[in-house]
């Protein structure tokens, strides 16, 4: 099927694995920051009561999705800055000399911070590597590499590059045997694929709004296991680290008693109140329709992709993997010029090197699938 007229507008959208897109995106983004436009210019002393009450609702909507207990979730601009925030609460006691071990198929930002903070904390980063030919860390390999000396873990929930989902069961329960403190970025997987912090217990979760969940960019969130907030000690802290932000007593500063003790200077809540429609969208919705939409439309490529011969890197096994399917070119295949085609013909995918990646939502429809399947044939 290579019918162009049978796609409409937004039913070729296979980006949710990097922006995310919903019908009236637009429309209820534009009106919600008119919103904030009008309560940020009104001569009266409302402007912060509302941005509490914005702010408060993009933390229950996270809280809802994820299991989250009341007073665990924190906002940030992002997961860079989560992960900043939560290694610079650690006591260094419990850091130096010892381990942070992380996949090789992490987000290379977090890889990049780490790396940086490492001879300051004065741990080892140790990262562990992917196979020749493989698309995405082992779970095996990654248990190998957790010993006893492994203070902190963060695991990939989700590869965004073969869109591989770990047994985090299995991680979760070995790493409890090492005595580590167990972190998770949720960031691909988010929205598409059920999550609870609490099944199994993780010591923090860090993501985005973006992706399945429709956001814009600078509205992240760490969630942090309620039994251990008070163990740790942000380095970066500020006035609304505190319980009271307006103690403005330069010796009697105090940490919040719940997450907000990750917060720091004047926060930012624009990128907060921009998410708010993608958000509640999902919510109503509902992850479970959303899931089962994606199942049924990623099935059909791994059947026709099978049928095909195409080098699938993403496992079958629905159990396995995220909410993508991608696919390593063949060599000599320009990605730029696959790219365009699929675009032209209605389809939007990206690519990582020379793996095309395909990630359906909601608005994508059978038909785009079709067209995707026929275009990518004929590299195969």
């Avoid at 000396?149 to 591989?164: F, K, P």
């Avoid at 993403?314 to 063949?330: D, F, H, Q």
Wanted: aromatic share 10%.
């Amino acid at each position: 099927m290579l019918d162009d007229d049978a796609i409409k507008a937004g039913e070729g959208y296979f980006l949710f694995h990097g922006i995310g897109y919903y019908p009236e995106k637009e429309a209820e983004i534009t009106a919600e920051l008119a919103a904030f436009a009008a309560s940020w210019s009104a001569v009266d002393d409302g402007q912060w009561d509302y941005i509490y009450a914005c702010t408060s609702e993009f933390i229950d909507l996270w809280r809802a999705l994820i299991g989250a207990g009341e007073g665990s979730i924190a906002t940030t601009e992002n997961v860079t800055a989560a992960c900043y925030s939560l290694f610079g609460a650690i006591p260094p006691e419990q850091l130096a000399g010892r381990k942070v071990l992380v996949a090789g198929d992490c987000f290379p930002s977090n890889h990049f911070l780490l790396s940086a903070m490492a001879a300051r904390r004065g741990f080892t980063l140790e990262t562990v590597p992917l196979r020749q030919g493989d698309g995405h860390v082992r779970d095996e390999d990654f248990i190998a590499h957790w010993d006893d000396d492994v203070a902190v873990a963060l695991i990939t929930w989700v590869s965004s590059t073969s869109s591989h989902r770990v047994d985090l069961e299995a991680l979760v329960a070995h790493g409890r045997k090492q005595g580590s403190i167990i972190g998770v970025d949720i960031t691909q997987g988010a929205g598409v694929v059920p999550f609870d912090v609490g099944a199994p217990v993780v010591d923090f979760a860090i993501t985005t709004s973006l992706k399945w969940m429709c956001g814009v960019p600078g509205a992240g969130i760490l969630y942090v296991r309620p039994e251990l907030i008070g163990e740790f000690e942000p380095e970066f802290r500020g006035w609304f680290s505190q319980p009271d932000p307006f103690n403005w007593d330069f010796d009697k500063f105090s940490y919040a008693p719940d997450a907000r003790r990750f917060d720091h200077g004047t926060p930012s809540p624009l990128p907060l109140v921009g998410s708010l429609p993608g958000l509640r969208w999902h919510a109503a919705v509902g992850i479970e329709r959303i899931a089962r939409h994606n199942r049924a439309l990623v099935d059909r490529m791994f059947a026709a992709g099978e049928a095909g011969k195409w080098d699938i890197v993403t496992p079958p096994a629905v159990e396995n993997r995220g909410g993508s399917i991608m696919v390593r070119l063949p060599a000599g295949t320009d990605p730029k010029t696959l790219q365009a085609a699929l675009k032209a013909r209605g389809v939007l995918a990206d690519f990582r090197g020379q793996i095309l990646r395909l990630s359906p939502g909601l608005v994508t429809s059978q038909a785009a699938v079709d067209v995707a399947i026929a275009t990518i044939d004929r590299v195969f």
